[in-house]
């Protein structure tokens, strides 16, 4: 899977907006673009994943860059409970996308009541 | 939906011995994961299973690391011989079939191993 380069931590306040940023500037064309994020002593959870339209769910929502090489992932209104390591993953689906999922250090959002 | 457990939470052990780690998956997902995870580090792909069958497990760090999944549904981790950089949370995962080609993976809370 491509690499991604993220910055290792974040702050921001409490029902604040947050956009955690991520670059993927060697995706190709059939790497999804997925976000887990993994509270303290939790195991990582699923967030949100695209491949080329912006994404919402209940959770988050996720801009892709025209060129894709960038994506950013929106918190719309961070509470305490956001606190966690934000994950951004590619996942190549090109070749059955049956394989584990390659973590970087993600970025640590720490949140400011 | 209980979601993915594993078991124990928690193990203490001297180097040199074996354990073995326990995951119940989300009833009826047929693919399952391992990972490792260190201290200030993302999680590290180790194994996959497909039902029983391990598809992946080059990634295994040492021969010492061997997984099962005799019946399709849950597995365990063993590590033999274990030394001190075994010291880890090893976490497991659980999917679904790929639908559309987009897999959403479900972790468990993951079994925190110290070795002495």
């Given at each position: 899977d491509?690499?991604?380069?993220?910055p290792?931590s974040?702050?921001?306040n409490?029902?604040?907006p947050?956009?955690?940023?991520?670059?993927?500037s060697?995706?190709?064309g059939?790497?999804?673009?997925?976000?887990y994020?993994?509270?303290?002593?939790?195991?990582?959870?699923?967030?949100?994943h695209?491949?080329?339209?912006?994404?919402?769910n209940?959770m988050?929502?996720?801009?892709?860059?025209?060129?894709?090489?960038?994506?950013?992932?929106?918190l719309?209104?961070?509470?305490?409970r956001?606190?966690?390591?934000y994950?951004?993953?590619?996942r190549d689906v090109?070749?059955g996308?049956?394989?584990?999922?390659?973590?970087?250090?993600?970025t640590h959002?720490?949140?400011?009541? | 939906?209980?979601?993915?457990?594993?078991?124990?939470?928690?193990?203490?052990?001297k180097?040199?011995q074996?354990?073995?780690?326990r995951?119940?998956p989300?009833?009826?997902?047929?693919r399952?994961y391992?990972?490792?995870?260190?201290?200030g580090?993302?999680?590290?792909?180790?194994?996959?299973?497909?039902?029983?069958?391990?598809l992946?497990?080059?990634?295994l760090l040492?021969?010492?690391?061997?997984?099962?999944?005799?019946?399709?549904?849950?597995?365990?981790?063993e590590?033999?011989r274990?030394?001190?950089?075994?010291?880890?949370?090893?976490?497991?995962?659980?999917?679904?079939?790929l639908?559309?080609?987009?897999?959403?993976?479900y972790?468990?809370?993951?079994?925190?191993?110290?070795?002495?």
């Amino acid at each position: 899977d491509a690499k991604t380069t993220q910055p290792n931590s974040m702050e921001s306040n409490e029902e604040e907006p947050v956009h955690l940023p991520c670059n993927h500037s060697t995706i190709s064309g059939t790497d999804y673009i997925h976000w887990y994020r993994q509270l303290p002593s939790q195991g990582p959870e699923y967030v949100i994943h695209g491949l080329t339209s912006n994404v919402n769910n209940r959770m988050a929502s996720l801009a892709i860059a025209e060129d894709r090489k960038s994506s950013t992932l929106i918190l719309h209104r961070a509470t305490l409970r956001d606190a966690a390591v934000y994950y951004c993953i590619l996942r190549d689906v090109a070749g059955g996308g049956a394989d584990g999922l390659t973590f970087g250090k993600g970025t640590h959002l720490i949140i400011q009541p | 939906d209980t979601g993915v457990s594993q078991d124990p939470r928690h193990k203490i052990t001297k180097r040199g011995q074996n354990v073995t780690f326990r995951c119940d998956p989300i009833s009826e997902h047929n693919r399952l994961y391992w990972y490792r995870q260190t201290l200030g580090q993302g999680p590290e792909f180790l194994t996959y299973f497909q039902n029983e069958a391990q598809l992946e497990k080059s990634r295994l760090l040492s021969d010492r690391f061997s997984a099962e999944r005799p019946k399709g549904s849950f597995s365990t981790l063993e590590i033999q011989r274990t030394e001190q950089g075994d010291s880890a949370m090893y976490l497991c995962a659980s999917s679904p079939a790929l639908t559309g080609g987009v897999e959403t993976q479900y972790f468990g809370p993951g079994t925190r191993l110290l070795v002495l």
